[in-house]
């Protein structure tokens, strides 16, 4: 069995771990290592057109065939519909051959003739997607394009699904180093980067088959992967030399390794996180930028109260829906639903609670969230606000991913005036 059969299997197997058990696909696909990139591909386009996959496939089925062969299908019928640098013949032959031992022959049959009338009909079935209501075409749940056509507007919301069914392009911070002459070494070794236009000083922007690890620079710290949008909360903190600073949800860590370069070699960082897997990865990246001396990695929930330190700043980047990074988070778009959004409120709220009195007075509390929706940003923090007299509103920030270019979040600050 080829290469190309494996990767194909290999995506099959984590679509149908996630259709069927709600795994998350990137956790998945850290243990890929072979044809990486393909593989994500593969995963990430059926977790963002499922929708419109699903469209396709009942055009051709009375009803919806087993997790496992869905999964086989979806794969192929992506390929087909999406990926133009495919040939259709190995889309078809490649993918029904991956499907040897996970399916039955009669099964391996059905997704050979249903492949290859996809493969036929291709852009009778593009164009009869896209004349679906939105929901179908753009492969969003309703209840999300609801709400974001009351915030956006119509054309909002068709810019935000169209850029969270786009590639996801990789984004690196440069630390502490020119990025023009750090774009002119990657030159050098055939690897095309840019500044990025959202913030240019320090972030740049490279193309899609990139292996961050064999990147230049990468033992030696010379840059973080991180989105520009991280930077924001940070920027709300102001000047953190000196400072005492407590990450509370600190998983993956971009936003902790931030934080300690702002510090200039003075200060301490507190990272904490309640998943070890997760602190354990932002551990290695602490090592590599050369950070173990500042940074304290604890493993905790930060709702826990009894903080026996106290901090001069407090960043809280709170668990959300994760509405403003769907183009990265594919499979989130449809775990939304109103039992989960009010979940989150009751935590987020918690966390406010929780950390926010191991803020000293005068220190700076910072609520930041990778969410677009009103309530788990703006709404949330200045309802927290108007509960706790004793801290006082700064500013806040936000984004929009079509206009801006970058993930969406928002973020507030708030001092404390009292202990």
């Known amino acids: 069995m080829s290469r190309l059969i494996n990767t194909r299997g290999v995506a099959a197997a984590i679509v149908n771990n996630w259709l069927s058990k709600g795994m998350f696909p990137d956790r998945m696909l850290d243990s890929v290592h ?75 049959k059905f997704v050979n003739a249903v492949l290859r009338r996809v493969a036929g009909e291709r852009e009778s079935l593009l164009r009869g997607l896209m004349a679906e209501e939105p929901g ?53 070794v055939g690897i095309k980067g840019e500044p990025h236009p959202f913030r240019p000083s320090d972030f740049i922007v490279l193309g899609g088959g990139v292996n961050v690890v064999e990147l230049p620079g990468y033992a030696e710290g010379l840059f973080t992967v991180q989105d520009p949008s991280t930077a ?102 449809w775990r939304f639903t109103k039992e989960r959004q009010a979940d989150l409120l009751i935590l987020q709220r918690a966390l406010l609670d929780s950390a926010s009195v191991a803020l000293k007075p005068g220190g700076m509390l910072v609520y930041s969230t990778c969410s677009l929706e009103h309530d788990e940003g703006g709404a949330r923090f200045h309802g927290w606000l108007a509960d706790n007299a004793g801290f006082r509103f700064i500013d806040e920030r936000r984004t929009f991913p079509p206009v801006d270019s970058v993930d969406g979040i928002y973020a507030g600050s708030a001092m404390r005036l009292s202990g």
């Open 136 to 188: 179908i075409a753009q492969s969003h749940p309703d209840i999300l394009l609801s709400r974001w056509v009351d915030a956006f507007g119509a054309d909002g919301t068709r810019a935000l699904c169209e850029w969270n069914n786009g590639r996801p392009q990789l984004t690196l911070r440069i630390r502490e180093h020119d990025v023009g002459t750090y774009v002119a070494r990657l030159a050098e």
């Open 232 to 333: 924001i909360a940070v920027d709300l903190m102001g000047d953190l030399r000196g400072c005492s600073v407590l990450d509370a949800c600190a998983a993956p860590g971009g936003k902790t390794l931030l934080l300690a370069d702002r510090m200039k070699g003075h200060g301490r960082v507190v990272a904490m996180d309640a998943d070890a897997g997760r602190l354990a990865r932002l551990e290695s990246n602490v090592q590599r930028v050369g950070h173990s001396a500042m940074v304290e990695l604890r493993c905790g929930d930060a709702r826990a109260s009894g903080y026996v330190d106290k901090f001069d700043a407090i960043l809280l980047d709170v668990p959300c829906s994760n509405t403003g990074v769907l183009r990265r988070r594919a499979d989130a778009r």
């Open 34 to 108: 072979d044809d990486r990139a393909f593989v994500a591909e593969l995963v990430y386009g059926v977790a963002k057109q499922r929708r419109g996959l699903e469209w396709v496939l009942d055009r051709y089925c009375e009803r919806r065939p087993s997790r496992k062969l869905l999964s086989v299908l979806m794969v192929g019928m992506y390929q087909l519909l999406y990926m133009d640098g495919t040939a259709r013949y190995a889309a078809v032959n490649e993918t029904m051959n991956a499907a040897s031992g996970s399916v039955s022959e009669v099964e391996k």
